[in-house]
């Protein structure tokens, strides 16, 4: 038996799991060499980017107190700006997370009387709450902000018919959901996007267009900032902070509605200049740097996935040949045991916590139970990693993340070997 058989026969992997998916594998060379291309010239936008900024040891260090005059801080505003090709940027420790970044967005640049559309359908789960569609206190419906969604047509394309009728003089702000986030629709390529923030343009110039990018960052050679999104928001816990990354959020956009966002992060009058960054400018600017390879072993790891599981019969989205437009892997089980059993998988093969068991529970923020497997170098990250599935049909697990590609593969095939526990097929 060949070496490498020998060590995943140590962990746990049957030989035929491995001889099933080294074939799988095999077949995935090519598009393989496509992620690495993008992946190439995505390191080369942010190596030019920290060039042209000047990027010096003396950023690699932060501030303590009110933290004015932080060159680190500014160095990395700046960088962040050059990749998505925006004016201005918001990139801090303080920004909690990616619901919160999507909050600080919104409710910086909305006022009261001020209606929000969504022309994508219904907005990740935790944004229900931020916007009022379940009722919550703090929300945007509580300082009298109104929300309207159109909802995609049965293909998943928008359904332009019915967002231009939505579109009215109150209309202020459009939010655009890149990723699928916890549903079974397609996630938008940037080139789909742009057409949809045409149409918007054309229909009432002066939207406020607002990209919810989680997830998205790097896994094309353009972010939808480039296609005229006003204002790209997403967590440095997933793909730009590149698994370095302790905390934070970030804010690409408009100089005036980079503003708005500052004042209302920090305080009116205060804005950018204040907040300390505690010594993560270092992560943040050598996360962002691996942020490109990061994001490639991830997309191996969801095509891998996805080709495995398609052949085994199961509904993947994306299948197992469709272009990517974000790292989430959706594997339809169709029953709560394989997607449990998956998920202790995924667990099984984490370098942190490996011997835990994760089970469903009541998430904060979310409608029905959610099992979650990580086992995380910084909590919660899922940029490594990582796959969550709420209990509801039609069980779905969505998977994404790896820091590298041998740990998402490693990952996946220890969630086959679990998921043939509980399931009838053989391979
Ligand atoms: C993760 C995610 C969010 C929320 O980010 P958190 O960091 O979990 O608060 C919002 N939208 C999408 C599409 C996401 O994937």
Redesign the pocket.
């Known amino acids: 038996m060949d070496s490498k058989k020998a060590m995943y026969e140590s962990l746990g992997i049957s030989e035929k799991v491995y001889d099933f998916c080294s074939e799988i594998e095999k077949s995935l060379k090519n598009r393989f060499e496509e992620i690495d291309s993008i992946c190439e010239q995505n390191q080369l936008k942010i190596i030019k980017a920290m060039q042209e900024a000047k990027l010096s040891e003396a950023h690699l260090s932060g501030t303590t107190g009110y933290g004015y005059n932080d060159l680190g801080r500014e160095a990395i505003e700046k960088i962040y700006a050059t990749v998505f090709k925006t004016e201005d940027a918001l990139v801090r420790p303080q920004i909690t997370?990616?619901?919160?970044a999507?909050h600080l967005a919104l409710a910086a640049n909305l006022r009261p009387g001020d209606e929000l559309l969504s022309p994508a359908g219904k907005p990740?789960d935790?944004?229900e709450e931020v916007i009022g569609i379940r009722e919550s206190r703090g929300s945007l419906k509580e300082y009298g902000i109104s929300y309207r969604q159109v909802d995609l047509l049965e293909d998943g394309s928008f359904n332009y018919e019915e967002i231009k009728k939505a579109i009215h003089s109150k209309t202020k702000m459009v939010a655009i959901?890149?990723?699928k986030?916890y549903q079974t629709r397609p996630t938008f390529s940037v080139k789909k996007i742009g057409e949809l923030i045409a149409f918007l343009r054309n229909e009432k110039p002066d939207l406020i267009i607002m990209v919810?990018n989680?997830?998205g960052e790097f896994v094309e050679l353009t972010e939808p900032s480039e296609v005229g999104a006003d204002m790209v928001v997403g967590?440095l816990?997933?793909n730009p902070g590149g698994g370095l990354a302790p905390i934070g959020g970030y804010i690409c956009g408009k100089k005036e509605y980079i503003e708005n966002c500052s004042y209302r992060l920090t305080s009116p009058g205060l804005g950018k200049e204040v907040g300390a960054t505690l010594g993560v400018n270092g992560l943040f600017l050598q996360g962002l740097f691996l942020a490109p390879q990061v994001v490639a072993s991830a997309l191996k790891g969801a095509i891998f996935a996805a080709n495995i599981y398609e052949k085994l019969g199961y509904r993947v989205i994306p299948n197992s040949t469709e272009s990517r437009h974000d790292i989430i892997q959706a594997v339809e089980f169709g029953n709560p045991e394989a997607v449990i059993a998956f998920c202790k998988g995924i667990q099984a093969a984490a370098p942190v916590d490996s011997f835990v068991e994760p089970e469903p529970w009541d998430m904060p923020g979310y409608d029905s139970q959610v099992i979650m497997a990580a086992g995380a170098f910084v909590s919660g990250s899922?940029i490594e990693l990582s796959a969550d599935a709420p209990i509801k049909p039609p069980y779905a697990v969505y998977f994404q993340g790896g820091l590298t590609y041998p740990h998402a593969k490693f990952g996946i095939m220890m969630s086959l070997q679990k998921v043939m526990e509980v399931s009838d097929f053989s391979i």
């Open positions: 997370c990616g619901t919160h999507l990740y935790t944004l959901q890149r990723s986030g919810d989680c997830y967590s816990i997933k899922s």
